[in-house]
Structures are given as structure tokens and as C-alpha cells.
């Protein structure tokens, strides 16, 4: 079945970069998506990456996608301690857009 | 536009208790969804549309209603709630088209069922 799948917890130090990993099932998903979620806050889309591409840059933000093993990974460059939020990995499974979401990975950043 | 507003932003229910969370959106898309978001957990589909009139189940349905009489409302409905109800809810809509690569997100309902 559909599945999203996250490490639940990075640390790193103000300054270095970041990298939270995703792997997803439905070989089908048209687009991936990433996803910011504050502290009792909303969900922020950060940014997406269509099927067929394979890296997406969007100033601190990296996106690389490995369609063959079914792997997503964020990269935050110079991560700052707003930063500090959960990061959720979610597949667009195609059928009537619906999102299949991962469980978040909770990036903590130390100054 | 608006985008998608939900209401309330906050509630408590006792058990038992029924209500009604509104969802609306003005940018006409066809596709709505009700997620909840359990404590430390992603986001789970309750309901969706893909128009008006049209309504499915999505992976957490059981002790939820729906309908979508008009494009830009859809309202979910809590019969009898229960504690196991307490969450929070997104409504999100979704344009048809290949243009339309995202959803947009209400900024949640949060529920507490005592």
C-alpha cells in the first residue's frame, strides 16, 4: 500500500546544513512535496518536485529526487535556528490528489 | 482571495456532543479534503470531494460526515464525539488542471473532546 516514511528526529548546529530524508511507495506520485510545520502553527509549503525532475533548488533549499529507490531528501543550507520546526514528506498519489503524508521529522537546531 | 478559511480555530466538546467544523474556499477548486492530525503524527485523510455533490471516504471516516452541496463549502460534520476525536483538523482545496500542482491549507480547527 501507500506509505511515507521519515526519520522522526534531527539535531544539527546553527550554520551547518541539514538534510531530512523521505522514502515513499506509490511509484505512481506525479509530484512530492515538503511541507513546515511550527509549533502549534498551520502547514507551510516549502517547496515540491515534479516526477520527472531529479533536483530542485530554491535559495536555502535543495531538493534531490531518487525515483529508482523511492527516495526524497531536503537540504536546508546555513540552517538557522528558525529553522526549528517539523518537516513533513507528502506524495500527491495521484488518484484524485490525494496526499499521503509522512510523520514529520522534528529538526531541532542548536546555536 | 481568502484561499481556505476554517472555523473555529479553537473548541471543546464534551463526549457525546455534535458540531460542525466549516471549511470554505473562493478559488472555485473542485477538489476539498478533511485531514486530522493526531499529536505527533502526520496527516490522515477523513473525507474528500472532487465537486460539488460528490463526496468519498478517505482512510479515517468512521464517526465523520460530509457533503458538499456547492463548490466552495465543506462542512465536516462529529456525531456523538469522542476523545479519540481530539485532534486537529486541515481542510485543503485543490484545483483541477495540470496547473494546479498544490494544495492550499485552512490553518486548522483544533479539537479537544472531554
Known amino acids: 500500500g501507500e506509505d511515507v516514511e521519515q526519520s522522526l528526529f534531527l539535531s544539527v548546529r546553527e550554520g551547518d546544513s541539514s538534510v531530512i530524508n523521505c522514502t515513499y511507495t506509490?511509484?505512481?506520485?506525479?509530484?512530492l512535496y515538503w511541507y513546515k510545520q511550527e509549533p502549534g502553527a498551520g502547514l507551510q509549503l516549502l517547496t515540491y518536485?515534479?516526477?520527472n525532475m531529479d533536483m530542485k533548488q530554491d535559495q536555502r533549499l535543495t531538493v534531490l529526487l531518487n525515483k529508482k529507490d523511492k527516495h526524497l531528501s531536503l537540504r536546508i543550507a546555513d540552517t538557522q535556528t528558525g529553522d526549528s520546526a517539523i518537516y513533513f514528506c507528502?506524495?500527491?498519489?495521484?488518484?484524485?490528489?490525494?496526499?499521503?503524508w509522512g510523520l514529520g521529522t522534528s529538526l531541532a537546531v542548536n546555536p | 482571495n481568502a484561499g481556505v478559511t476554517q472555523t473555529p480555530k479553537f473548541r471543546i466538546l464534551k463526549i457525546g456532543q455534535s458540531m460542525t467544523l466549516q471549511c470554505t474556499q473562493d478559488?472555485?477548486?473542485?477538489?476539498m479534503y478533511w485531514y486530522r492530525q493526531d499529536p505527533g503524527m502526520g496527516l490522515k485523510l477523513i473525507y474528500y470531494?472532487?465537486?460539488?455533490?460528490?463526496?468519498d471516504k478517505g482512510e479515517v471516516p468512521n464517526g465523520y460526515n460530509v457533503s458538499r452541496s456547492t463548490t466552495e463549502d465543506f462542512p465536516l460534520r462529529l456525531e456523538l464525539a469522542a476523545p479519540s476525536q481530539t485532534s486537529v483538523y486541515f481542510c485543503?482545496?485543490?484545483?483541477?488542471?495540470?496547473?494546479?500542482?498544490?494544495?492550499?491549507f485552512g490553518q486548522g480547527t483544533r479539537l479537544t473532546v472531554v
Open positions: 470531494s472532487v465537486g460539488a455533490g460528490i463526496t
Open positions: 478559488m472555485n477548486h473542485n477538489y
Open positions: 518536485i515534479f516526477s
Open positions: 507528502a506524495e500527491n498519489a495521484g488518484n484524485n490528489r490525494k496526499l499521503i
Open positions: 485543503a482545496s485543490w484545483g483541477q488542471g495540470a496547473r494546479n500542482t498544490e494544495a492550499f
Open positions: 506509490d511509484s505512481s506520485s506525479t509530484y
